[in-house]
């Protein structure tokens, strides 16, 4: 844990100029006043695009405050009620998610990957009522519908924000040319465009919320079983909203800035670093509907001066590795953030290399609404380290027998602060487990602080490796193979072994086809404790990811 002097923890002396050490976040009653006051203030300007169609902050308000009196007039549903959304990122995305809030309901993300049984899981653990679905997955939907809570099946199609004829002309290709809908058959659905001039024709009441009205029920990935629903409230979201905001903040431009939004807005860290922070300040988000489409992706990032970029190390290498990234304009770029998983040295200092911009990288979880530390933006070299706490943050690193670990030495982070959740949904014991008994959230991550107060990831508690006792960490092991030039992808995993009780095993995507396990263990060897080295090298065409592009070690360890 930080030392502690009159000025408070050490890294406060990391901290940017006009950076405070606390913020307020009394000065919004919740999530949706914030919002409002952007709605009130850059109401001409564009607030979203996708796919060449726009909506202004103004057309944001009329259209989230149509939903929300929808679901209140219409449907009949009570404040604290949870509503699920299941698309990717489309113009439908933020009008729905508001006009949630702004009724004073609950938003439940749902990732529209999700199999049958998962999608099943987390509409009977939430207790949703209704759910926005685009028709894409209304199949999925199909198959667990009865065995749900769901009371209303509200449909959207991919161009149906778009201005006529576009919708009908994008709605037609995705249905009947490219045949991305597989059939369906779902009783008494109502469209989402219904829905809205249904909503219009209603008298809007605004919600009075507070700090302790729940915003979200954001599920975890689910890695260690059953997924669980972090309970973020409309206290928390402010937080954390305002606490990046007071970091980057000065950094923007209000009613200027242009983020390209390629993470899921249903991910928690796209959802308020992008869809909120940007709106908070009057930016313009560019949402990229497929970003797996790396031709389509460059493509789009070329009509645009965007002046920032978010994104996960398997998507900033996934750019780089794209014919014709290198000729984009980056000249207005003045942001790139790293986060949802550590971002390779090789991938950072190339990133900086073309771009002409370091990659900043900011650290956070679910459970933490998201975002708990960030590299200071004056300082925008890679570094390997998550950066320090934000403001109103405390960490701490506490070792296995739960006492404060020793400069240097890896620890648990622990976090507490006014973005860290209240629980899981209604799972008392998980959230005891989960908190110290002086109230800092045990995130799972093992991580070391030096005297400056910068934290650095060392990996997840549960991916460690066990060598002859010795501790190895899978980020270390895939930050080196990742720096031969022949690597276009690396994972690390622990396998059984007979002498060492584990072993280290590489899963790698060859960038270079004739790299051999030969020449990329002597590369391992150059940088490596003996132990460390790979003992086993396994070439892939590619590795399993999550619907954010992490690598899911998890499946590699299964098979």
Known sequence: MAKRGAGGPVWLAEYMAGVPPQIDSSVFH?????????????????AYENMGAQLTYDEVDRLSQDFASYLQNVL????????????????????AVFGILRAGMVVVNVNPLYTPRELEHQLKDSGARVIVIIENFANTLQQVLQTT??????????????PFPKS?????????????????????????RTALARGKAQPYHRAALTHDDIAFLQYTGGTTGLSKGAVLTHGNLVSNLLQIHAWIGPRLEEGRDIIITALPLYHIFALVVNCLLFVFSGGKNVLITNPRDMPGFVAELRKHRFTAITGVNTLFGGLLNTPGFDTVDFSSMKLSVGGGTAVQQAIGQ??????????????????????????PLDRPEWNGTIGVPLPSTDVRLLDDENQPS???????????????????????????????????L???????MDARGYFKIVDRKKDMILVSGFNVYPNEIENVVALHPGVLEVACIGVPDEKTSESVKVFVVRKDPQLTAAVLREHCKKNLTAYKVPKAIEFRDSLPKSNVGKILRKELRNQ
């Open 30 to 46: 919740s999530l949706s006043d914030a919002m409002q006051q952007s709605f009130d203030k850059f109401r001409d300007l564009v």
């Open 76 to 95: 009949h549903l009570q404040r604290g009620d949870r509503v699920a959304v299941m698309m990717p990122n489309l113009l439908q995305y933020p009008v």
């Open 149 to 162: 809570p769901l009371e209303a099946v509200i449909t959207t199609q991919v161009g149906d924000l778009a």
């Open 168 to 192: 009908l002309i994008t709605n037609l290709v995705v249905k009947h040319v490219k045949k991305m809908v597989p059939s369906w058959q779902i009783d008494d659905t109502v469209p989402f």
């Open 350 to 375: 190339k990133w900086q290399q073309v771009t002409g911009v370091g990659l900043t990288e900011g650290y956070g979880l679910t459970e933490t609404s998201p975002v708990v530390s960030f590299s």
């Open 406 to 440: 020793k400069l240097g030495e890896p620890g648990e982070l622990c976090v507490k602060g006014p973005q860290v959740m209240r629980g899981y949904w209604q799972q008392p014991a998980e959230t005891r487990k989960v908190f110290t008994a002086d109230g800092y």
């Open 442 to 448: 045990r995130t799972g991550d093992i991580a070391t």
